[in-house]
């Protein structure tokens, strides 16, 4: 055997050794990958519960407070995980921003939202879930909160590694009624709010769907099936970005920054009007030279939807991070005022270092563990583009704005999910009455049943798991939280 003949078989066993080397270390990577995300989210945890102990040491209960900012941090976490997807997942499934981008920008106006425009004042019982004045004693009333804080985030973390988008608030909302069911019996529960609460559950997801429709359909009859799109697009896509600055002048006006500018309804349904106006008159120029030079094509039209849809996505964070992270805490927040004061009261305001828990532990972890649901909004549900995903996010604001007029209390999450499967319920409509009109004017053979359910453009078994989670997510978390809350009776006692 030659020395060049040794030679290759020497190279042939290096490359084999480092393939398998490299087998090995991306099969490492990707065991690793969970477990670090999963020790930094206990990291945090950790770091949370030990500022709550080094700041409340002296307190009658400081052991109840760690444990508590240790939950909050958690449910933080899983907010993060969960919620946040409803906002960004669009944006990413129409590719109008990248994974990366779209965890940046959340987590900072997720922060931003929080800590500028936060809940300065909470309800101690979830929004009148419960009576304080049913509750024998402020132990089990801290026995309560820290049983809805844990069993919320314990469902919102299952609906995550399921991949169902579920709503934080509602998981908040059954934590607090099956505590309460617990300490004081069925009647300590407001059942009329409960009902208004349950309502939502068909009544968000519907209008949020209806109004998504709507808009694609105008959007489909007014552009995109017009000789001439370019010229249609530089006629409407400015009163439709305009029409979006109103809806979320409005939007953040009554929901993100209502504790630091609160007018009421006709003062923001005002000034969104003002908005709206003013961006339209901006926007026509602005599209004009965004339009010039496009060929007269749906894939040019994209190109103008792009930057409104992100700034939707940022502006729908923010409001999030306002409004939903002070429910997430309130039971956190609740625990350290009734630790401090010896007694529970019906509104007080959040403490900072809760509100950093809420929007750090947000942020964290949506870069963890945001990525799967974004997946699954964005792009598992029904194929977004652009102009769909801005339908979308339009109908969030604009279905809040409504159903705040009519005093219902309404989810983000089931709002824009249902905006997702308003828009993929059309176009399997529009789709099929097309296709009739086709067949009228050019009989063929009838299409087998394999065919049309290939066809279909909206996945059900994403839409089956969903809606389950929708529904069972008030009573699995209280039925966790009266568990849990007997587990904490029993320790205790």
């Given amino acids: 055997m030659t020395d060049r003949d040794l030679e290759a078989r020497h190279l042939e066993t290096l490359d084999r050794d480092l393939g398998r080397l490299a087998r090995a270390e991306r ?59 409803n906002n960004m ?57 820290m049983a809805a804080l844990l069993s919320s985030a314990l469902w919102v973390n299952l609906a995550t590694w399921v991949g169902a988008p579920v709503s934080t608030t509602h998981s908040v909302v059954g934590g607090v009624m099956g505590a309460g069911i617990a300490a ?72 993100g920054l209502k504790n630091v500018l609160d007018i009421g309804l006709g003062g923001a349904l005002l000034l969104g009007l003002v908005a709206a106006v003013a961006t339209w008159a901006v926007m026509i120029p602005v599209i004009r030279r965004q339009s010039r030079g496009l060929e007269n094509r749906n894939k040019s039209l994209k190109v103008l939807f792009g930057i409104p849809l992100i700034v939707s996505a940022a502006l729908l964070s923010f409001a999030h991070g306002a409004n939903d992270v002070a429910n997430a805490v309130g039971p956190l927040a609740a625990i350290v005022q009734a630790s401090q004061s010896g007694e529970f009261v019906d509104a007080f305001a959040i403490p900072i ?8 532990g947000i942020s964290f972890g949506l870069f963890l563990f945001g990525p799967r649901l974004i997946r699954v909004v964005g792009g598992e549900i029904t194929k977004l ?41 059309f176009r399997e409509w529009y789709t099929e009455r097309r296709l009739k009109a086709a067949k009228l004017a050019i009989p063929e053979a009838p299409v087998p049943r394999e065919e049309r359910r290939r066809r279909k453009l909206v996945r059900r078994s994403h839409f089956m798991t969903i809606a389950a989670a929708w529904i069972i997510t008030v009573p699995a978390a209280a039925v966790l939280s009266a568990l849990i809350f007997y587990l904490i009776a029993l320790i205790a006692g």
């Avoid at 930094?40 to 109840?64: E, Q, R």
């Avoid at 270092?353 to 750090?360: H, K, R």
Wanted: glycine fraction near 12%; hydrophobic fraction near 60%; include cysteine.
């Fill in 353 to 360: 270092w809760v509100m950093l828990i809420g929007a750090f």
């Fill in 89 to 145: 997942g669009p944006a990413v499934g129409a590719n109008a921003l990248t994974m990366g981008g779209a965890i940046a920008i959340a987590a900072i106006c997720e922060t931003a939202g929080a800590l500028l425009a936060g809940g300065d004042v909470v309800s101690t019982i979830a929004k009148g879930i419960v009576a304080p004045s049913s509750l024998d004693s402020v132990d089990v009333f801290i026995w309560a909160m």
């Fill in 184 to 255: 004081a019996g069925f009647a300590a529960v407001s059942w009329g709010q409960m009902g208004m609460i349950a309502a939502s559950w068909v009544i968000s997801p519907f209008l949020g769907g209806v109004i998504a429709a709507g808009f694609l359909w105008f959007i489909k009859a007014r552009i995109i099936y017009q000789d001439d799109k370019i010229s249609a697009a530089r006629r409407w896509v400015p009163m439709l970005v305009g029409i979006m600055a109103g809806a979320f002048t409005a939007y953040l006006v009554m929901k």
């Fill in 27 to 85: 099969a490492l990577s990707f065991v690793g990958r969970p477990i670090v995300g999963k020790g930094i989210a206990l990291l945090f945890m950790f770091a949370a519960a030990l500022f709550a102990a080094l700041t409340f040491g002296d307190v009658s209960n400081p052991i109840i407070i760690v444990l508590a900012a240790a939950f909050g941090a958690y449910m933080a976490l899983n907010i993060g995980a969960n919620d946040v997807a």
């Fill in 385 to 425: 583009n652009p102009m769909r995903a801005y339908c979308v996010a339009l109908s969030a604001a604009i279905t809040v704005i409504f159903a705040s007029w009519l005093g219902l209390p309404v989810s983000s999450t089931h709002i824009a999910v249902g905006g997702i499967f308003g828009v993929g319920f």
